[in-house]
């Protein structure tokens, strides 16, 4: 078990654990090989090298809350995977993830974790195509900001989208998870504390993207990870106001997960709970009363389901069984009342 950085402390010194080099990697019968591994990149990779040439049977999707990884969800996208390889992307961090996955988890001929912190190192074709090859790609935590500065708007963007259509899974942890969404809150500008998000849905810090990824379980939705520890609802209030008023869709679903939790989302479409603590949704209600820069966020009657471990619900849709708890913003507090301080 790992945490969200992958930064397990456990280092890649078996045999079957390479560092980037420029020799080419062997490839099955009649595949295309890969392109040259760029000597900028940083790699490591555990298990069989070669391309394991499987057709996974998906596709899915894993959103986890940070902290500690969930050893549940990894171990339920095996069954997705027919034996094939995992890919760990992420824009800092190490391969902290490779043994354990590769052994602790098992079930994978490999896992290769790519360290892509540059749109230089986006662009190249080892990258892309790697990712493509993958049955899993699971991006780690960071910094979503260097994420988005580094991967949208390149190839990773089509990589990413083609292995979930091929029936892989696509997965992600903190900052991993919060740019899976349809939309991102992508912390260009430093992290937005709670009540800012109510007292000024547009201060500097409540930078908002899209046009990423398109998953279609996560069209109209937004992420957000560290929920309940991090005392994030008020601030997931103010990411789906500014996604309706700003008119990117006419209704939004924010998604919460805490820590030490994952969503798991089969071909199906139905997600499950899995982990220690709850999800979150968070139903748009129309337009805000009032969102505008310099003021107060004014939004009533907003629809809050919390979903426990076991819980399913079916995605994009958000609406679990049972009523919602109506929330309300105004003059920066929420009624229900709920301490917005971390």
Known sequence: ????????????????????????TETSEGEDPPPPKPDALTHWVTGDPADADVAPTGPGLILMGGSTDVDAAFTWQTQYLAGGDVVVLRASG?????????????????????????????QEPYVAWTLAHAEAVFIAGGDQAVDMTAWKDTPVEDALMHVYARGGVIGGTSAGLAV??????????????????????????????????????LAGVVT?????????????????ARIVEDGWAPQALGIGVDEETALVVGPDLVGEVLGAGDVHLLHSNGPPQLCNAGEPLAYAELEWYTLAPGATVTLPAGVPAGPPTLLSANDGALTPAYDCAE
Do not use: K, W
């Open 1 to 24: 078990m790992t945490d969200e950085t992958g930064s397990s402390g456990q280092t890649t010194t078996t045999p079957t654990t390479s560092t980037s080099t420029s020799e080419d």
């Open 94 to 122: 190490a391969d902290g993830y490779n043994d354990y996955l590769f052994t602790d988890i098992g079930g994978v001929d490999s896992v290769e974790t790519l360290l892509v912190d540059t749109p230089a190192l986006a």
């Open 180 to 217: 899976l969404g349809e939309f991102v809150y992508a912390a260009y500008n430093d992290s937005v504390i709670e009540d800012e998000a109510l007292l000024d849905p547009y201060n500097m810090y409540m930078t908002m993207d899209r046009d990423f990824l398109a998953l279609p379980p």
């Open 224 to 240: 957000d990870s560290h929920f309940t520890a991090r005392r994030r609802l008020c601030r997931l209030i103010g990411f789906v």
